[in-house]
């Protein structure tokens, strides 16, 4: 005899499987929705760095146009075509005056850009006067104009801002507000140059703070060196005598790791400042186990020179961010207790822009509360 059929069961059954086929469907109408909302505002033609280097995947740069309101827009920097997810969102107003589409600097559009924020737990006060960064990866600038506007310091920090594609900084400067980074706006210089040689000739210490913001994968697999070759620990130099009266030497000179000239990290490390940090964002799209390696593989490289390397899995699908001071402090043990530190950092002075910027300060607060609210089980610390 078959057993009774549990009606009870089937139905809460149909009732999940029909909710769930909903859900995926509104989805795609909302994403569908959002793409005819957008409209081509340009396409740029991609003009690479080098002319014997390795070709891009994609071989066009596209703008695309929505508007929010008469006053405000939404433009987007996607490589390959309209359709692919946009490497770069920015948020614009019209100025009343000159009619033209200003950046509105507080905003970050790009959810993961919220967690380089965490950066300044490490860096007291912001920027310091006529201080220094480095940004690789700049697609649509979003993140220059946060530090230009919003970041205490922020409007005499010297940048260099180096992107692999003129065409990507073509179109940022003509329809995304780039030129307000540059003179006489702000310091900014921008390069096109592909980020590691650029990172390769740089002076030593010169840069309290570098944000790498682009895809590592194919960085990662061309620094690994032959498998015959050995790996030493990082060494510091010590001093020829202890006594107290002897100069201190200069920092370059007293960290010398002694690696493969191959390996990217070691420049990430050497041009950084005492007080320096270094952020990357890890995008990949790559399968979770694939993403996993690369990640544990880059972690190990910058623990060859960085005492302490924060990992942050944020709530992007394909983003991992890494934070590495050179000279770690005790900041906190959780995403919560850094954010709280960099508000501090950012905030608790009142000073620069901040002062008399409200806007600018509560959009700081708010994007660092977003960073605080990443659960625990998404940080992690690797250290000595």
């Known amino acids: 005899m078959a057993p009774p059929i549990n009606d009870h069961r089937i139905v809460l059954l149909t009732i999940g499987i029909v909710s769930i086929t909903l859900l995926f469907t509104r989805r795609r109408w909302q994403q569908a929705a959002a793409r005819a909302a957008s409209a081509v505002l340009a396409t740029y033609d991609a003009r690479p760095a080098g002319s014997g280097g390795s070709k891009p995947w994609y071989q066009h740069i596209v703008v695309t146009h929505r508007g929010v309101s008469r006053s405000e827009a939404v433009r987007a920097l996607h490589l390959g075509s309209a359709s692919n997810p946009p490497e770069s969102i920015v948020h614009l107003e019209l100025d009343a005056d000159t009619l033209a589409w200003v950046p509105v600097a507080g ?3 790009k959810p993961h850009l919220r967690f380089t924020l965490l950066a300044f737990a490490w860096l007291d006060g912001g920027f310091a006067p006529d201080g220094r ?38 179109a940022a400067r003509e329809h995304l507000g780039l030129t307000m980074c540059e003179p006489p706006h702000g310091r900014c210089t921008l390069h096109t140059a592909d980020g590691a040689r650029f990172l390769q000739h740089a002076e030593d210490e010169s840069y309290d703070l570098l944000v790498i913001d682009l895809d590592l994968g194919a960085l990662i697999d061309s620094a690994q060196p032959p498998e015959t070759e050995k790996e030493p620990a990082m060494e510091l130099e010590a001093p020829a005598s202890a006594s107290a009266t002897q100069p201190t030497a200069p920092l370059a000179s007293r960290r010398r790791p002694r690696l493969a000239a191959c390996d990217p990290t070691r420049h990430m490390y050497r041009v950084l400042t005492s007080r320096g940090v270094l952020v990357i964002n890890e995008y990949s799209e790559d399968p979770p186990s694939r993403r996993l390696e690369t990640s544990v593989r880059l972690v190990r490289m910058l623990r060859r020179y ?7 899995r944020t709530n992007t699908e394909n983003n991992m961010m890494l934070i590495a001071p050179v000279e770690p402090r005790a900041v906190g043990s959780t995403a919560a207790e850094i954010a709280e530190r960099a508000r501090r950092s950012l905030l608790g002075g009142g000073g620069g822009v901040l002062a008399s910027d409200a806007r600018a300060a509560a959009s700081l607060a708010m994007l660092l509360e977003q960073a605080a609210a990443l659960p625990p089980n998404r940080y992690q610390v690797y250290s000595s």
């Open 107 to 109: 905003a970050l559009e």
């Open 133 to 170: 960064a480095c940004l690789v990866g700049v697609a649509g600038g979003s993140l220059l104009h946060f530090w230009r506007a919003c970041v205490p310091g922020g409007t005499t920090l010297v940048v260099d801002a180096v992107e692999f594609d003129g065409a990507v900084l073509d």
């Open 306 to 312: 960085f005492p302490q390397v924060h990992q942050l």
